[in-house]
């Protein structure tokens, strides 16, 4: 074979392996970029402050921060790292979640009890829905039919239909309701309760809890098994919940609602992110301020990679 | 009843009664903190709001009804005024000796009671009456907590200094248990019951006061802060404060922010203008219990409310870190004790390596087995 092709051939495949993580840091005000195949810090960037959830819009151009103690979303150009614009979040933004059509931006605001509807190319509220007390986690059904937001202490999902933006049901779940994800059949939905120590499975067509799993892991106690993050693996058939002051991944399998395996990861593991090749999972540990990176198909902890304090939120760019 | 979306077909109201009975005016060490007026009750709107933000998605509308007896007068009138007018849960702020008789007009009425700021554990153990449920921690509770944490600290020996009005005496006691149960040693004990010198001052008179063997820690009951502020760089030895001054354990602090209390304190800062005490975050602790049964137990009737809070179905989330839920032999609710000075949060009690066979919560206050309470 040419030399050179089989150079060539190598930067190929390398280059579509690669992939940046972006990973907010809550307490330094900063973003860190981490290349996500060798587990190396490439660098660090400021940016707003008490920066929290992330994520990427679909051309994989533009980064959207919340900087909750700035009390706006910052829009920062994923390749020069420069913050472009902001979004009128409403007061104290936590998390949040694209529609589909990479139009529509919903945030929780915490101290107001709303969710906060952003057009992303007018940059303006839409809408403003009262849901209820803290509201939490936010995610988007990969059809674009249904919208949920979590309610900390109402203990409620929250439906939102985005054809009106208005709340068309609500679920009662355990309590302190963290993360939501829908299944990518948009099938299912499946609910972290921080407080309850449980995963809640609802039948996005019922709007009933069908399912739901209480964590239990030997040695520890139980009111350290705090679950948090909550990430389906496109395959649908398992997912992955971090258990906060748990220090623990859980692999659940989804159509028996068991527990596979937990995964030892850093302390108080927060959110979580697939590389775009599904091969590793990336968690970020708040105490340990480190992120742990896992072999997906081994099940196996691989590295863990300090990064800065507090590490919060992850997207992951190909 | 059935809610479609944000609108429910038919509301049930839920009536709630907060009473109180005026304090004699008590007399104050200096104006330095203002007096609060409205202390239980900003919490007890806060959680009412709470509750009915939950009750618009399933058709419970919360009305809180807020009564002040006079400070003479005799609170049975005004509570039996709130049964007449159909009221059935009622948060109590009264002193114990005051509150042990309304508890058992509750029993006849079937009403249910909240005490939001007795912490003595006779009205826990002794009267056994499941009309009360105490969302304020008990006086042993925060000791056992003052307790685990000296023990961590080999702070061992305790110089104990009492007031002398009841509810001193309550903490006294229950100090004393505390050590008895985790291995300190109270070297002194004495009484404060300003006999001294009006003419000598504090500084003149603690140290003297103090002198005695050899002590890690001055440990005080003074509940009201007639004497306990003057100890601090006072005392013969230079040792720290604990109990009712210096570090004190309690229920809630303005600067407690770990596990989303942030939000908590924010809120309710909005709402009252001013921060959130100890009687305030129970008055709340009480409506939200009430909120927790009343959505999962689908019922408002007294009978079942009741048994839902006492269940291990019951699991209500207050901003510790770890669920709370009620004792079913005192009905005393379990919650982490903040350790704090003035101006930071010391530790969280209980600590985790105390252990207990069932929860780590239990390991501070009476547990099962100490209680006379069996059922």
């Known amino acids: 074979m040419n030399k050179y092709l089989l150079i060539a051939l190598i930067i190929l495949s390398a280059s579509s392996l690669a992939d940046t993580l972006f990973i907010t840091l809550e307490k330094d005000n900063a973003l860190a970029v981490v290349n996500g195949e060798t587990g190396t810090l490439l660098k660090t960037v400021t940016i707003g402050q008490r920066p929290r959830g992330i994520a990427l819009n679909k051309q994989q151009t533009l980064l959207y921060v919340a900087s909750s103690d700035d009390d706006t979303i910052q829009i920062i150009d994923a390749s020069t790292l420069e913050v472009v614009g902001e979004l009128p979040s409403g007061e104290d933004p936590e998390t949040f979640a694209i529609h589909p059509n990479d139009q529509w931006l919903y945030v929780s605001n915490e101290d107001d009890n709303l969710v906060t509807v952003i057009d992303l190319n007018k ?196 | 009843m059935v809610c479609s979306g944000a609108v429910c077909a038919q509301t049930i109201d839920i009536k709630l009664a907060f009473l109180s009975q005026a304090k004699e005016k008590q007399p104050a060490l200096s104006n330095l903190d203002a007096v609060l007026t409205d202390e239980g009750i900003q919490g007890a709107r806060l959680g009412v709001k709470d509750n009915n933000a939950t009750g618009q998605f399933t058709g419970h509308r919360y009305a809180l009804r807020y009564i002040e007896a006079p400070a003479t007068a005799d609170v049975a009138v005004a509570f039996k005024q709130l049964v007449d007018e159909g009221y059935r849960y009622v948060l109590t702020d009264l002193r114990a000796a005051t509150l042990s008789p309304i508890a058992q007009l509750a029993i006849e009425h079937k009403v249910l009671l909240f005490n939001v700021s007795a912490s003595d554990d006779a009205l826990r153990f002794a009267s056994c009456n499941d009309s009360v449920f105490h969302t304020i921690p008990s006086y042993a509770m925060r000791a056992d907590a003052l307790a685990q944490f000296m023990l961590k600290k080999r702070w061992t020996k305790w110089f104990l200094i009492n007031g002398s009005d009841h509810e001193d005496l309550a903490f006294s006691k229950a100090l004393k248990r505390s050590a008895k149960r985790f291995g300190m040693s109270l070297v002194a004990e004495k009484t404060w019951a300003f006999q001294h010198d009006a003419r000598r001052t504090a500084q003149a008179e603690i140290p003297v006061f103090t002198q005695g063997p050899e002590y890690d820690v001055v440990v005080v009951a003074d509940i009201k802060g007639l004497f306990g502020e003057y100890l601090s760089m006072n005392s013969w030895l230079p040792r720290p404060i604990v109990g009712s001054q210096g570090a004190v354990p309690r229920a809630w602090h303005r600067t407690h922010e770990r596990w989303g209390a942030a939000q908590m304190q924010n809120r309710f800062y909005k709402q009252a203008g001013r921060w959130m005490t100890d009687v305030d975050y129970a008055a709340w602790l009480a409506v939200r219990s009430l909120g927790e049964a009343v959505t999962r137990g689908q019922s408002i009737k007294t009978d079942d409310v009741r048994s839902f809070m006492r269940s291990d179905q019951f699991s209500l989330a207050g901003f510790k870190g770890t669920k709370l839920s009620f004792r079913p032999w005192s009905q005393q609710l379990r919650q982490p004790i903040l350790l704090a000075t003035d101006r930071s949060i010391v530790s969280v009690l209980p600590h985790k390596e105390f252990l207990h066979p069932h929860t780590y919560l239990d390991t501070v206050g009476y547990d099962r087995p100490e209680s006379q309470c069996q059922k």
């Open chain 1, 123 to 318: 940059k303006s509220v839409i809408q403003q829905i009262p849901v209820g007390v803290e509201p939490e986690g936010v995610a988007v059904s990969a059809d674009g039919q249904w919208v949920v937001n979590t309610s900390e202490t109402t203990n409620m999902v929250h439906w939102i239909d985005p054809l009106d933006q208005t709340i068309k049901a609500n679920t009662l779940v355990d309590p302190r309701p963290r993360a939501a994800a829908f299944s990518n059949d948009s099938q299912r939905l499946f609910v972290s309760s921080e407080i309850g120590g449980s995963l809640s499975h609802i039948n996005v067509s019922s709007k009933q809890v069908e399912a739901k799993l209480h964590f239990s892991i030997p040695g520890v106690d139980k009111s350290l098994v705090q679950p948090v993050g909550v990430l389906v693996h496109p395959n649908d058939k398992v997912l992955f919940v971090a258990l906060g002051p748990a220090n623990r991944v859980a692999v659940v399998d989804i159509q028996t609602m068991t527990v596979k395996k937990y995964l030892l990861v850093g302390q108080r593991v927060w959110n979580l992110a697939f590389s775009p090749d599904l091969k590793r999972l990336y968690t970020t540990n708040g105490v340990s301020n480190d992120i742990s990176i896992i072999d997906v198909e081994n099940l196996k902890v691989t590295k863990s990679l300090r990064v800065g304090r507090y590490p919060w939120g992850i997207a992951v760019k190909q």
